[in-house]
């Protein structure tokens, strides 16, 4: 256990303090934005990042990721807090929290071995567009010096750490930017600009909302939605952090801190929120390995805005795009390209109707789940192709089954019987084939009804065992006349 804590939390200190310091840094626009996104005072979304950071460094399950306040969860938010106002996003913030540890209890995270690897390229594919796409409004079209430092910037980031491993270089060009940005008084949009930041500590108090069951009715589809987009996302990106750094991390874990951190930062003001890619792959690039890095990122935020309030809101936004336009292009996987044209034809599809549908919706739970149906409908499609091969001999007929018999190929297999009246025994060969489902047995059924209508007899053999057992728990009627060995 000493050795587990010590692992997690002290084995790379300076690396995760000071990668903690440029996420804290990256969070505060990013917090702001997304809470004008969901229609609350900036203060809402800053106090999530804060509570959350904080709270998922110790419960969390993945090391080194980052979870604060995020876009997919604003847009879903919207509706409730234009139609009910802020204490009632609050109490869904506490409810979502209660269903994803439910969800963690329940060992949600065995759902992820059914994401296609397709999907998990498109999915992070589409967040470096997004990345990248909220970049634009805070760079592009203003005037020629925002040019100027967003370029800087890019150089800074890229360049820096060939020469300089010990300071990650974000931190770096954020101090420094921000420096001669102030001493040459140019004409820059700042943090500042984005909203008003009060510098308090948030407060614990009870959403002002009657504890009914039509309260229950108003947030509990909201509450829903949230926890499904908030622990997909958090478990994506936890996949993507263990792939980032080669280690495991525990995502039952994660899903169960999802849950705790958002029921105590519903507590204390804050909107629901969930894990950041953008920011984790900040934070991994960084430097940050351990559990130190998202406890400084969360406890450095309310820092910046307690004790620095007034320095930070002076970063120009400039720097700040700069280097998520950077981390865009980190996190962008370019050897799609290559993918979309030596991968099969349908999961490349798959990728970029993913990619697409997120880039479209800005939900990234819906590009997933599309994916995911989508990969599910060209397998179906795939293994559904039967063949069923008929040799004559005299009276007789012998079918030979090869594939998979389930309800999308059973019109294969029925129609390959097309019997003659001299026809007197049918041998059907299933040694190839495997029964799955009720449609499959119904099937089956169809065909000795034909051969009984007939008057032939009817034999089977070479079903396996667990076909048997589904022909024989589910066939309803069977010719007398049948023989059924495995």
């Not at 149906?373 to 499609?381: G, P």
């Not at 559904?384 to 040799?391: A, M, N």
Request: charged fraction near 15%.
């Amino acid at each position: 256990m000493k050795n587990t804590i010590k692992q997690q939390w002290f084995s790379n200190v300076r690396g995760d303090i000071l990668s903690g310091i440029v996420v804290a840094l990256a969070l505060i626009p990013e917090a702001i934005a997304f809470s004008i996104i969901a229609g609350v005072d900036p203060m809402v979304g800053l106090y999530a990042s804060f509570c959350i950071a904080v709270i998922i460094s110790f419960v969390g399950g993945r090391p080194a990721m980052i979870s604060a306040a995020t876009g997919a969860m604003a847009l879903v938010m919207v509706p409730l807090v234009k139609d009910y106002g802020l204490n009632y996003l609050l109490a869904a913030t506490i409810l979502t929290g209660v269903i994803q540890l439910l969800f963690g209890v329940c060992k949600i995270a065995k759902l992820m071995k059914f994401i296609p690897r397709a999907v998990m390229i498109g999915f992070v594919n589409a967040l470096a567009i997004l990345i990248f796409s909220a970049q634009v409004p805070h760079f592009f079209n203003i005037n020629g010096m925002t040019y100027v430092f967003v370029a800087v910037t890019l150089v800074v980031v890229y360049v820096l750490p060939r020469f300089v491993k010990s300071i990650p270089a974000p931190l770096v060009a954020i101090v420094a930017l921000t420096a001669v940005a102030l001493f040459s008084k140019a004409d820059l949009r700042t943090v500042g600009d984005l909203g008003t930041i009060r510098q308090t500590l948030p407060s614990f108090f009870l959403p002002d909302i009657p504890f009914s069951l039509e309260t229950l009715g108003i947030i509990l589809p909201y509450s829903l939605a949230l926890a499904i987009v908030g622990l997909l996302e958090s478990l994506m990106t936890a996949s993507i952090v263990d792939d980032m750094t080669d280690t495991e991390s525990n995502k039952n874990q994660e899903a169960r801190g999802q849950g705790i951190a958002n029921i105590i930062n519903g507590f204390f003001g804050g909107m629901a929120g969930c894990a950041m890619i953008g920011q984790s792959v900040i934070n991994v690039k960084s430097g940050g390995r351990g559990r130190l890095s998202t406890f400084v990122a969360g406890s450095f935020l309310m820092f910046l805005i307690i004790v620095l309030g007034d320095f930070v809101v002076k970063i120009p936004m400039a720097v700040l795009a700069g280097i998520m336009i950077m981390v865009s292009i980190g996190t962008f996987d370019w050897s799609s390209f290559r993918y979309i044209r030596k991968a099969p034809k349908t999961d490349a599809a798959v990728m970029l109707i993913t990619v697409a549908i997120v880039v479209a919706t800005h939900d990234l739970s819906k590009g997933v789940i599309a994916g995911v149906l989508l990969s599910a409908m060209f397998f179906v499609a795939k293994i559904s192709k039967l063949k069923v091969t008929e040799k004559v001999e005299g009276v007789n007929r012998h079918f030979k089954v090869e594939g998979q018999l389930f309800f999308a190929s059973v019109d294969t297999f029925v129609g390959a019987f097309q019997l003659s009246d001299e026809v007197q025994h049918v041998k059907i060969d299933f040694t190839g084939a495997q029964i799955w489902d009720e449609s499959a047995v119904a099937a089956f059924e169809k065909v000795l009804l034909k051969c009984r209508d007939q008057g032939c007899e009817v034999e089977t053999v070479g079903l396996s065992s667990s076909s048997k057992k589904i022909q024989d728990s589910l066939l309803l009627l069977i010719d007398p006349k049948t023989t059924l060995s495995a």
